[in-house]
């Protein structure tokens, strides 16, 4: 116990000297410092938190960060205190680094959620940390960083096995369009019962059906096949990627029949936000609010860092899109269609946070665009390979520029003051793109 409390202290030192020599929020070094002097700090410090704190986590490929956010923005709108991991430290060192500094120097957590986006492969290590979580959100599973994380198939049987220890005192929110994470949830529970009856651990949410339906696979598609039998799925309808209205006709296993699908106010562009925010909207009706609660709030929510945040640099608005993966590419792509974008920014890296292999980006449906653009920049640590994707999708009207800052000043001076720039980046090109316009590190 007196080790914890020194461990906080330390913590909350550290993150302090982080800030104020503007060298991050201090997200994760407290966190790997703590665990490495007590592997089970985390463990230990939840057994001595209010009986009251309530633990919700979200896993997931995209969509993490945002979801988190509409949960805690509808939640304190509504007079609920709340503990974050709002910098997107999603690994146990960052989970670990916002308890310390949401700790009192006794080590109690004086909120009454903790909100926790999970890395994927984090997501059975946390579990056993914290120890049946109220609320699990798993949103969807995409190829991601293939060099870190393998298939999602492997992915998905490391979350079975670790959801197949939860009691049914946590409830598990899953998306009933991916038919990897909806197994999870008929393979837990072989009937579920439709949202609105409470008296089960099971809840789904998904898009409505027949909504912008696709009758054909993306390249992207990932999960085409039933996690149960192994045959091909049948699909009624495609809402993008591998998400739709799906089912086996070799095992009879199916889409579930019932699933959350009208959140009562969308904030964001695109459907995939539709999918974060429904998310958010199921859990915030399972904790009890009522839907013009949720709504209220949800209109005054401000997006996460990266995730169609808007900045104002020299009189004219950036609007960054983290585009990580073929479906996340693809999806911001096209909804920066449907706003009419003239001014775009696309900024690749291979770092570790990226991960190494980027031959992802030749399932990222560039060809449905190549003549959707006015102006188009590409930049990051593998530039080259973004400009040749798009001489192989066709487009003519683009410039290469392998220094991030000239080609982020470049973008801003193309665009009009009545126009956007949008930029695409991977996830550590993004933090790096903010620190340029902002000043400011994020991690």
């Not at 209010?50 to 993490?64: C, H, P, Q, S, V």
């Not at 960083?145 to 992915?155: A, H």
Request: glycine letters at 6%; hydrophobic letters at 40%.
């Amino acid at each position: 116990m007196l080790m914890n409390l020194l461990l906080i202290l330390v913590g909350k030192l550290l993150s302090a000297v982080s800030r104020i020599a503007n060298m991050g929020s201090g997200s994760t070094w407290p966190g790997h410092i703590a665990l490495s002097l007590n592997k089970n700090f985390i463990k230990d410090l939840l057994k001595t938190k209010d009986k009251r704190l309530k633990t919700i986590l979200i896993a997931g490929t995209n969509g993490k960060t945002t979801t988190s956010k509409l949960i805690r923005t509808i939640l304190e709108k509504n007079d609920i205190r709340v503990v974050h991991n709002e910098s997107g430290a999603n690994l146990i060192n960052g989970i670990a680094s916002v308890l310390i500094q949401n700790s009192s120097v006794f080590g109690q957590i004086n909120t009454e959620y903790a909100i926790f986006e999970i890395d994927e492969n984090t997501l059975p290590l946390i579990l056993k940390e914290i120890n049946n979580p109220d609320y699990v959100i798993i949103l969807n599973l995409f190829r991601d960083q293939l060099d870190r994380y393998g298939e999602v198939n492997s992915i998905a049987t490391k979350w079975k096995k670790a959801i197949e220890q939860l009691s049914n005192k946590t409830v598990l929110i899953l998306n009933a369009d991916d038919p990897q994470i909806a197994y999870l949830g008929l393979h837990r529970q072989a009937n579920p019962i439709p949202y609105r009856n409470r008296s089960y651990d099971v809840v789904f949410f998904g898009l409505e059906d027949g909504k912008i339906a696709k009758d054909k696979y993306q390249h992207a598609s990932d999960s085409t096949y039933c996690p149960n039998c192994g045959k091909k799925l049948i699909y009624e309808s495609i809402y993008f990627s591998h998400l739709g209205n799906w089912k086996c006709e070799n095992c009879g296993l199916k889409h579930p029949s019932n699933s959350y699908s009208i959140s009562p106010f969308y904030p964001l562009h695109g459907v995939y936000n539709e999918y974060n925010t429904n998310a958010a909207s199921l859990v915030a009706e399972e904790i009890g609010l009522s839907k013009q609660k949720i709504k209220d709030a949800l209109q005054d929510f401000k997006p996460a860092f990266g995730r169609q945040e808007i900045l104002n640099i020299d009189g004219k608005k950036v609007q960054i899109f983290l585009s990580k993966n073929p479906t996340g590419f693809n999806e911001s792509l096209k909804t920066i269609s449907t706003l009419n974008a003239k001014n775009l920014l696309l900024v690749l890296n291979d770092r570790i946070p990226d991960g190494r292999d980027v031959s992802w980006i030749w399932d990222v449906d560039f060809e449905d665009f190549s003549s959707q653009f006015k102006n188009i920049i590409v930049s990051g640590d593998r530039v080259f390979d973004i400009g040749l994707r798009l001489k192989y999708a066709e487009f003519k009207n683009f410039e290469i520029e392998e220094n991030l800052e000239k080609a982020i000043n470049n973008a801003i001076k193309q665009s009009r003051k009545n126009e956007t720039l949008f930029i695409l980046p991977t996830y550590s090109a993004m933090l790096e793109v903010r620190k340029i316009l902002t000043g400011k590190k994020i991690l």
